[in-house]
């Protein structure tokens, strides 16, 4: 079993439009979380962290359920350049675990 | 441009061939790591170095993989007898780290990877 597993999509979705989406993680000692975009031939970049009161930033809002080792997603608004992929990423000490990413295309 | 920096950006070479690539992190980094992605798949795990010391690798890293940070700089991974399996994207990561060696340290920054095609 994987240690991070994500629903692939792709999400395809208008602008304007909000999508959400999220993975789960096989691990319980997994100690940190991340969300990382990644463009199309590109490196991965740090999105955000996630925390389990839940966090935001801007239009992007995270969430962690470390009871059902859940985190997810949201982007409300969808703009043209978030058309990317999500990595979900947890975190064993200096260890980062990828989810194989979730794709989200907004188009016009 | 004083973020992470890789070569060779691609690479192609024929099957049993030995390839080598360069790392070389964001400067007062004292920690840097090796990810290998195939298409359609997240980073994997390779290896792990605190300064110049070497403190973990995965199992998928085989004998025909060996990485090295001389210096506690810039790293190198070299892959002998290429196979056409060892096509991918091979990412150098870097981030700042306490002594502990365990520790998960601060954001781990990426280069812009080094892609391999094996014919």
């Known amino acids: 079993r994987k240690e991070v597993e994500q629903d692939p999509g792709p999400f395809n979705v208008p602008e304007g439009a909000t999508v959400a989406f999220n993975c789960t993680y096989s691990n319980s000692a997994s100690q940190s979380f991340f969300w990382y975009r990644q463009d199309c031939r590109k490196e991965p970049k740090l999105l955000m962290s996630?925390?389990?009161s839940g966090n935001e930033d801007g239009r992007f809002t995270a969430q962690l359920n470390r009871a059902s080792q859940y985190i997810s997603l949201l982007i409300r608004d969808s703009k043209l350049s978030d058309s990317a992929t999500y990595l979900c990423v947890v975190r064993i000490g200096y260890k980062l675990s990828f989810g194989a990413g979730t794709t989200v295309t907004v188009r016009a | 441009d004083t973020g992470v920096s890789q070569n060779p950006r691609h690479k192609i070479t024929k099957r049993g061939q030995n390839v080598t690539f360069r790392c070389d992190p964001i400067s007062e980094h004292n920690r840097l790591y090796w990810y290998r992605q195939t298409l359609g798949q997240g980073p994997e795990f390779l290896t792990y170095?605190?300064?110049?010391?070497?403190?973990?690798k995965s199992r998928l890293l085989s004998d025909r993989f060996s990485a090295e940070r001389p210096k506690g700089s810039f790293s190198t991974l070299e892959i002998q007898r290429t196979e056409q399996g060892d096509s991918a994207m091979y990412l150098c990561?870097?981030?700042?780290?306490?002594?502990?060696?365990?520790?998960?340290?601060?954001?781990?920054?990426f280069g812009p990877g080094t892609r391999l095609t094996v014919l």
């Open positions: 990561a870097s981030s700042l780290g306490g002594q502990a060696v365990l520790s998960s340290g601060d954001e781990q920054f």
């Open positions: 996630v925390y389990s």
């Open positions: 170095f605190q300064n110049e010391a070497q403190l973990e």
